[in-house]
């Protein structure tokens, strides 16, 4: 049913038609809306079937969805930022032990300093922890993506996490296309796990594995992943079939063809691009732009084929790797091995700084005559760094660094309007 | 064509809120809307900035609105304040929740720079204290808003509000919204008589 309705809500009612057995919940800025969206349908009585447990920390959440998972039930946790690295051991053992946990991630920025906005860099801090890792671009794919989720990870018995931008996406009201019951389970069958504590039928879980065996194991973990690479078109194809509209899939070009230069980029953002993609488009500049919806397993290939023949590519991320400069970047320098093609990284929107059209384009008008691939700020304010670094120099007990910066800008709302 | 509005006022006064309903509203026209929140940590009283576009076509875009076809300022105390008119179109649309002509404002350079009728004064606190009893100013601006631009029916606005708040408080927001939309209305009239 169309409606107009707040990203984290939609979201909420997308898990909910997916009728998971058990949710675990703690709140976390700025996925706060989604738990309280899904304890609204428990305790209403929309979703029948569901044990809604109130954990004391984000350890807790994942720790006991990967009980409940392992004695069988399908589970579903929510978290952000700092919530994601305090549970982030328990990230490591849902997927070590195949359990296919659905995780909703309200992307926002790691402290110190704290910030609660938008950015990356939590889903980059666990990229490696064996999880999928699907981006949204609108909330509308947010919602498909969670339904396509459950079943990828219940095919594979492994964790998906879902990554919605915080506040860009979860905070917004839009239109929202909320699928209806029967097509959900036309599309969803009922969990069946490929492992699970029984009393009547006793395994364990979770054994020692020492160096004889321990390669194998991780091993088979990666090849989970690489069969992955084949079903998550496979899954929005299908998905497509039955909702009949786009969502997932590994990546997706937009006006690439016969483009001199591709942005490439995760997420909400893919959204402002698109749109200075068509003014450039307009004025004669060949552009288009790639969203890869999957960064976990990471579509080698699929990047590869698409920036064929491109001649520069700028690769606009959300994270930053301090003393590297991009992590997504990197992956697609890895997907143009033995090409040589400009691949420009430029870091944006980090703790929640708007990306502005008006900046995007600037830097593209200006990269064709910018012979250093490495590594560009968009909007960088230089004075600011500058001053900072100066006045660092001049005295050993120079103080905090971010309350240096912040007396110089003043209020941490300016900027933002 | 895309409409964006921007709200401010402060924290408590149903800031974002306000951007959600008039997106509400616009749905309920047909249209496309996205509202969204200026993201800050809100706090009671302090200054708060919402969004909404309007388009007849997907919304893609996610920066915020930088150059506003409508301001609607929900607390007249932000006015010299905070820079609330950065960005604001040539042929923008203001509106003001004060008691105060738009004369006593002092407001003469942006008064001089829109076009006549272009920025408005309406009392939505005293509307809201005798419709709601209490000082909530967001649904009676957007019926203002309604009335001043025509971007939205008032139908549609009191849908909206309806939906944000069934019931009592749902009555008497709708009543202050429409007596907010009259007064707007004709002081419009005025304005293109003289």
Redesign the interface.
Known sequence: ML??T?GSHAVAEAVGLCRPEVICAYPITPQTHIVEGLGELVKSGHLKGCEYINVESEFAALSVAIGASAAGARAYTATSSQGLLFMAEAVYNASGLGLPIVMTLGNRAIGAPIN???DHSDAMALRDAGWIQLFAE?NQEAVDLHIQAFKLAEILSCPVMVCVDG??LT?????IDVPEQELVDAFLPPYEPVQVLDPKDPVSIGAMVGPEAFTEVRYLEHHKQMRALDLIPELSAEFKSIFGRDAGGLVRPYRTEGADTIVVAMG??N??I??VIDDRREAGDKIGCLSICSFRPFPLEEVRAELLGVRRIVVLEKSLAVGLGGVLASHVRMALRGRNQLVYTLIAGLG?R?????SLSAFLSKVEAEPHADVHFLDLKNDIVEREIERASQQRRSGPTAENVLKHIGS??AG?? | MMFQARFHGRGGQGVVTAAEMLSVAAFLEGKHAQAFPSFGSERMGAPVVSFCRISDREIRLREPVLEPDALVIQDPTLLHSVDLFSGLKSDGAVIINSTKDVADLGLDALVERLPAGNIRSVGATELAMKHIGRPLPNAVMLGGLAAMTGVIKLESVIAAIRQAFPGAIGDSNVAAATAAFEVVAANKKDAVSC
């Not at chain 1, 905070?171 to 239109?175: I, Q």
């Not at chain 1, 708007?354 to 008006?358: F, N």
């Open positions: 409606k107009q707040e609660i906005w938008n609108t506040f860009i905070h917004a009201v839009e239109r909400s953002v959204g402002t698109k749109d929640g708007p990306i502005l059209k008006k941490p709302m933002l309007v």
